[in-house]
């Protein structure tokens, strides 16, 4: 069966540090993959999807993430964290034609 | 910018009643989803429907849930006898295309008593 695995429940890092966050899919073909990100008390916002082409996909609010079919992994990173991007990020993935599922989301703390 | 709109955003009911969850989906999506986020967990999918009837739904999705498209706008999910474990978030998405970009509203929270 499909799954998504975020290894880390919980980040913290310092205004102004890189930030990586990991994501690893179980599945037999490519999926489609994404990124989501909610802030307290907000609904679920699309930062980033890959479906094709270039690994490297830029989304919104300066975050990128790449996708490595040799690890089935799709992490997202961004090179310079804002006290703002403070929020849960939630990988998913969906095999074409098939449901979206969820990672179990990081939890993302930034500290200045 | 065209958004997913859910209404209400927090619920509170008691144990047994009924509840009705709605979502305006986005107007020129065809493919309407419900997912449930109960506190502290993941985001877990309910079902999908396209073209008037449902096209996958998940093993939670049982006898107490039904959704309906009564009109050309609104997409709702009932709950017909709560339970204290339906106590979650609950979001509706919408797409153009099947496993395209998912748009969510921003959730309505069920509380259950």
């Known amino acids: 069966a499909q799954s998504v695995t975020q290894p880390d429940i919980h980040i913290t890092v310092s205004e102004g540090a890189s930030l990586e966050l990991r994501c690893n899919y179980s599945?037999?073909?490519?999926?489609?993959l994404f990124w989501y990100v909610q802030s307290p008390g907000q609904g679920l916002q699309l930062l980033l999807k890959?479906?094709?082409?270039?690994?490297l996909v830029q989304g919104i609010k300066g975050f990128e993430a790449e996708f490595k079919r040799s690890q089935s992994s799709f992490n997202l990173r961004k090179p310079s964290v804002h006290w703002s991007d403070a929020a849960e990020y939630f990988c998913?993935?969906?095999?074409?034609?098939?449901?979206?599922?969820f990672g179990a989301g990081t939890i993302l703390r930034v500290k200045s | 910018e065209p958004e997913v709109t859910q209404t209400p955003s927090h619920q509170v009911t008691q144990m047994g009643q009924e509840v009705i969850l709605r979502c305006v989906p986005i107007s020129n999506h065809l493919y309407f989803y419900w997912y449930r986020q109960i506190l502290g967990q993941k985001v877990e999918f309910l079902v999908s429907?396209?073209?008037?009837?449902?096209?996958?739904k998940s093993e939670i999705f049982d006898d107490q849930f039904s959704v309906e498209r009564p009109d050309g706008s609104n997409f709702t999910l009932k709950i017909r006898s709560t339970k204290l474990e339906d106590s979650a978030m609950y979001f509706c998405?919408?797409?153009?295309?099947?496993?395209?970009?998912?748009?969510f509203g921003e959730g309505s929270r069920l509380t259950v008593l």
């Open positions: 890959y479906f094709s082409g270039d690994t």
């Open positions: 599945y037999g073909a490519t999926p489609y």
């Open positions: 429907f396209y073209n008037n009837e449902i096209s996958e």
């Open positions: 998405a919408s797409s153009e295309v099947p496993t395209g970009e998912l748009f």
């Open positions: 998913a993935v969906a095999p074409p034609g098939n449901k979206l599922v």
